[in-house]
Structure formats: C-alpha cells, structure tokens
C-alpha cells in the first residue's frame, strides 16, 4: 500500500493566546513526509517578537482564571483534555505517521499514551501536597507546592507528542503556564494537541506554540526574563547552549538528553527473548531513540550465537511505508538524518569493525525520495571506536563481547552518557548487582523497556538533569514554599 497522499499542504499559523496566530515574521517554512518527500504542511515561522507574545500571553493567563482555579477544577480540564485526545487519537495517529515516518501501529500507541499521561496528571493534582514540619518555635511549619511561572518546553523530532505531553501534563497540573517550541521537523501534533486543549476547557493563553528555527525561538525561550523554567529534550550540546541561555536570569532547567544505552547479554539469557526484544529495543523508531540500546555487550561464550541470531532476525525486518500493516520500520525522519546514518556506517567500515547486515539506503520498491535505510549490525566492535562512543541515532547496533561481569560493567560505563540499560540474566544476584553499577538513570532486567508513565525517567552523566514522568515530574514543575505560623 503507498502512502496516502494530501491534496495540498496544510497552512498551519502559531498558537497564541488560544487562538490562531500570524507569524510577525511572515514566513512559512515546509514540512515534508519522510516516508514520500512530500511537502504535508506549511508552518508559520515565528521570530522573536512571537516568543515575547507568547511569554506575556502566557504569564496573563498565570495571573487569570487559571492560576485562580481550584486545583479539583484544573484536574477536572486536563481529564477533559484526555478525553478530547481519545476521540482525536486516530487523526493524532496519522498526522504523526505523515510527519515522522514512525509507524502507525506505534503512533497509535503514542496517541494512547497522551490520553494516558494526560489522566495520571490529572489525577495527580490532587495527590501532590505539601508536608507539616516540627520545628523549634512553637506554632506550625508547613510547606506548600506553587506553580514556577511561565514554562517553555523544547521538544526534539522523535517523538513530538509523547515528549510534549511528558512536559505539558505535569506542568498544567501544578498550575503553570506554557509556551511549547515543537522541532521544525515536526510541529504539527503540538499545534493539534493546543487546539485539543482549548477544546477541553484550557483557558487562552495557558498553552501556547511557537514553531520556528531552534536558534531564534528556542533561545529566545531560553533567555527571556519571564520564562521561569525551561524544560528541554534533544540533543546534549544542545542542552548545554541552554543551560548558559538561562543562567543569567536563573531560570530552573531540566534537560532530558542523549544515550548509547548498554544491552548486555549474560550466558545464562534467555536468548531467544533477549534477541527479539533486543531488535525492538535498538531499531525500534528507526533507532532515533534516546533510549535505544544500541550497544550489545555479550558474553563471549555465547557471543557468536548472539551475533548469528540477531542478524538473521536484522536481516528479515520489515523495512517500509509506515501506514502499511505489517511494516517493522518505517523511513528516518529526513535525508540528512539517514544520510548522517550511513556515514557513522562507513566510519565504522573504516574503524574496523565487521558490518553483518544492513545500512542499504533503499530497499527495493520504496519512493526514492524517503528516507529509508536497513537496520545495520556491527560485529567486533571496540570500545572506542566513535560508532561504539557517539550517538547515532539510527538503526545501527554495535556487538562488543565481555568475559567477566567486571568487565561488562566497566565496558557499559564507558560511555559520556548514562541514560538507559538492559541486562539479560537468570542469576537475580548478578541482575541487582550490574543494575545498581551501570551508570545510567534507568535499567531494565529481562526487558527493554524501561519507560513508564508511572515511573522517573532520566539521565546520568551528559545524558540529563532532572526526572520526568511518575510524581517526580511535578517536582520540576513547582516551586516550595516553606510556610510558618506563630502560636504565640
Ligand atoms: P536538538 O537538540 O537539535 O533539538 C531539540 C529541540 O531544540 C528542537 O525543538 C530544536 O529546534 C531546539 N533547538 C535547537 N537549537 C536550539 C537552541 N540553540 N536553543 C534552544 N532550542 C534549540 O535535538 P533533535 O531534535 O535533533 O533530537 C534528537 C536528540 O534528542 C538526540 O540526541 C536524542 O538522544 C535526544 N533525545 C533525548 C531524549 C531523552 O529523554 N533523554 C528523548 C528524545 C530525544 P529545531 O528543530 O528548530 O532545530
């Protein structure tokens, strides 16, 4: 099945105020589909005087009938909200299949899960209080949890409204204020999900979207003097250019950023499980994953099994159009990005290490305009090799072999990064011990899935600062206040 073509571009303006919105710099920039090259959408582009708009809209609306709602009434929006997005999911689904090239199987999920994330917050309102402290005077200390102000969430291209609502549900729920920069690659389920929620009873100004280039809107986020917290997914050096942005006016940051996630594959796996989510794990989302456990750390007695059966299964990966039934990876998001992807391939080549299957540009029959690419296999890689040490999120995965538990640890930690792990093991003494000495904020045991809703989520080392999802996310979100009363 093709890939369902539009009949022409949708003009999309910025969202400001709860309404449509003009750009003031009058330009629109395109955005095409990844899977056809196809131009889906014209975006307007906005420019510095947009993002000073935004960012008063948004604290008016902090200081209007949002910052005074009871907080029953503001979990009572964001469940309306949830059921806005339910009856939408399906269109969520395939705007976010037309724009990112991810599958459609798994933007339904993601649709799902914005409906779900948007419930937890909603229901987490009323379960985020403050504490009663003994303290040395008589009367009573308490402590309350108030909104931080004006927030502006940056959100990378790999999953556009998964990440925004990450940020965007618990910064509602504890009464803040918004203004989203989606990525330029795609902005179009942030500027739906804004319409969804002033659908749902969100009052104007609350949820605010700016797309344009990083540089001007992103950092004009960053170093506005009304924006109060800046929470931010992409690439490391990025978070950093942010983090000096904001540190004149001392903003509160919290930065979800890259991986080269460990995968480390003990004797006793169980191995046919442990290869077939080990292939979700990696080239899941074409492998532009955060998360992705592109580095395969195995023991060397059952690294050759290991090699020869993560292979043949690389090799039969259903690599196609994304709205067909069946397709295992759709297209990367763009050219450049798959172009990026072949050159780490051709590295890697030159480095040394064994390519078994894969990092063909375009299998058979597919538009020669997308952005294709077979998921790659690396055998005999080294630990410092750049494909082994860099990020390349892409469908490639690197195979290195350990022989002691040590050294398993020692090749896991050896990475700037530390944002997520599997192991595989029957021996729960060995799975506690390399679960608590791999330096990353989440690891998962017998699993590669180590992101829930319900739970923290975030990095080690370069690959963050700060906790999302679960209750820790309203942390980021609130401010505390440390109240006390005399008795006398
Ligand atoms: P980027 O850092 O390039 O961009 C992320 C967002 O930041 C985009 O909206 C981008 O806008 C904006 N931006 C770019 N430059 C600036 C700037 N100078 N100031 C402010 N904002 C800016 O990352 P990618 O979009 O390429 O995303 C991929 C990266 O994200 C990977 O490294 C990946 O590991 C990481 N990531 C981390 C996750 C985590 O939870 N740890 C989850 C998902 C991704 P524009 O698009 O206009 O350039």
Redesign the pocket.
Known sequence: MATKTLDAPLETQLWIGGKKTKSSTGKAFPVTNPATGEVIAKVAEGGAQDVDLAVKAALRAAEGPWGKMSPRQRARVLFNVAARVRDAAEELAQLETKNTGKTLADSRDEAAGVADTLEYYAGAVSKYFGETIPVGNPGLEFTLRQPVGVCAL??????PMT?TTWKLAPALACGNTVVI?????TPLSALRLAELCAEGGVPEGVVNVVA????V???G??SHPLVRKIS????????A??TK?AADSIKRVSL????KSPNIVFDDADLDLCVEKSIGSVFGNAG????ARSRAIVHHKIYDKFLADITARTKKMVVGDPLSKGTEMGPMISLKQRDSVRGHVELGQKEGARLTCGAEALPSGLPKAGAYIRPAVFADAKPKMKVVQE?I?GPVLCVLPFKTEEEAVALANDSPYG?SGSLWTRDVGRALRVAKAVQTGNMSVNSSTSVYLEAP???FKT??LGR?LGMKAMDLYSEVKSVFISEA
């Open positions: 940056i959100v990378p291209w790999n999953y990440i920069k989606p990525a330029s690659w344009g280039p990083g540089g809107v992103g950092e986020l960053a931010f997914t992409g690439e490391t050096g990025t978070g250019r942010i942005a979800e950023l890259g991986g532009q994953d955060c998360c990020e999120f944002l989520f975030g990095g690959s963050g999302e």
